[in-house]
């Protein structure tokens, strides 16, 4: 896990330092993040390290950010996929909050007062992004169907 949020950030500095930044890239980087997420916080809730509650809140937030931008490309026909800092802080505090539970349960790290302010911190967090996702992607909506009916 470690490894890859190494090469996850490394690989996304690599693109914009050297301006290599793809379309496809900008739509497999961050779902990548999102189904290794996924993986992580649900294998972890079946076993009992991450509280359910908190994994179905991070999985829906992704799903509807997901089925969100795939109803907006196959209505506009392209998509510009760019994260925003708020998306960013949500994404970083996921990984370093299941980073300090496998730290925690291999006896790597103590961190067990820890987990239970960084899982109301990644709720907040996880409803904050998602809401603003919804409001920068139901605006760019609401200005493709203006600029259809004004066109037409």
């Known amino acids: 896990m470690i490894g890859a949020g190494i090469s996850d950030a490394l690989d996304g500095f690599?693109?914009?330092?050297?301006?290599?930044?793809?379309?496809?890239?900008?739509?497999?980087?961050?779902?990548?993040?999102?189904i290794l997420i996924t993986a992580l916080v649900l294998t972890l809730a079946w076993i009992g390290l991450f509280p359910l509650w908190l994994a179905i809140v991070i999985c829906l937030r992704d799903l509807v950010i997901i089925v969100g931008a795939t109803a907006y490309y196959m209505r506009a026909g392209k998509i510009e996929m760019a994260p925003t800092i708020p998306g960013k802080l949500n994404t970083f505090l996921q990984f370093f909050l299941?980073?300090?539970?496998?730290?925690?349960?291999?006896?790597?790290?103590?961190?067990?007062?820890?987990?239970?302010?960084?899982?109301i911190l990644v709720l907040l967090t996880a409803l904050f992004s998602g809401g603003h996702y919804i409001a920068v992607w139901g605006k760019k909506a609401a200005a493709l169907k203006s600029r259809a009916t004004c066109g037409h």
């Open 98 to 119: 299941i980073f300090l539970i496998l730290g925690n349960a291999a006896d790597f790290v103590r961190a067990a007062s820890l987990l239970q302010p960084l899982f």
């Open 14 to 34: 690599i693109a914009r330092h050297f301006r290599m930044i793809t379309f496809l890239g900008s739509i497999l980087d961050p779902l990548a993040d999102k």
